[in-house]
């Protein structure tokens, strides 16, 4: 699995300082809130329990699975919902929960329909963010790190459903899936 790796772009000391300084951020703006994380499964699984685990406020959780990406490298445009949350999110500070910021055709189809459900407010937290591949008009209120275009695996990221258990973000060979 290493061997596929051909450069690490988070190290696993990395990752723990970028989650901790999300979860001092969140917990000082939630104060006093309705705190509700969403992770968007299956990619933002490892960060949701970390960063979960860095909010120091009372919060629920709950999870939705999407998916726009088949099993290539790059995003088809359709998003459909595999799981749906199991409770109402109305008069909820949501805070959802995401892997990575890609096209944000995701995130954008997401936001829209949860915002349907009339939470008190809705943001966004994605461990990382590759805007230069932007197609969608949406952002990120709390990023965790900027990344160059090239196709991350690592800590809950995958390639046709490998990798995520690695324990840093690496970047994936083009050999292994050109
Ligand atoms: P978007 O709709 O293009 O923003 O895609 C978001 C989703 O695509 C993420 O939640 C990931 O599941 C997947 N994705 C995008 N880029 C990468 C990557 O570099 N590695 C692994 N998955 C990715
Ligand atoms: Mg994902």
Do not use: H, W
């Not at 000391?13 to 994380?37: A, H, M, P, T």
């Not at 120091?56 to 939705?64: L, S, V």
Request: net charge negative; proline share 3%.
């Amino acid at each position: 699995m290493r061997n596929d790796i051909s450069e690490i772009l988070l190290s696993e000391d990395e990752l723990k300082e970028i989650v901790s300084r999300l979860g001092e951020e969140i917990s000082r703006d939630y104060e006093g809130k309705n705190l509700i994380l969403i992770s968007v499964l299956k990619g933002s699984v490892i960060f949701m329990a970390d960063l979960m685990r860095a909010v120091k406020i009372p919060c629920k959780i709950d999870f939705m699975a999407v998916s726009s990406y088949g099993s290539g490298t790059k995003t088809s445009g359709e998003v459909k919902i595999i799981k749906d949350l199991t409770e109402s999110i109305e008069g909820e500070d949501v805070v959802i929960v995401e892997d990575i910021l890609d096209s944000g055709v995701t995130l954008s189809y997401l936001k829209k329909l949860l915002l349907a459900r009339n939470p008190a407010s809705i943001k966004i937290c994605t461990l990382l963010d590759k805007p230069e591949r932007r197609k969608a008009d949406i952002s990120a209120d709390y990023v965790g790190t900027s990344i160059p275009d090239a196709f991350a695996v690592g800590y809950g990221l995958d390639y046709a459903e490998k990798y995520r258990n690695l324990p840093f973000i690496g970047v994936l060979k083009p050999s292994v899936y050109q």
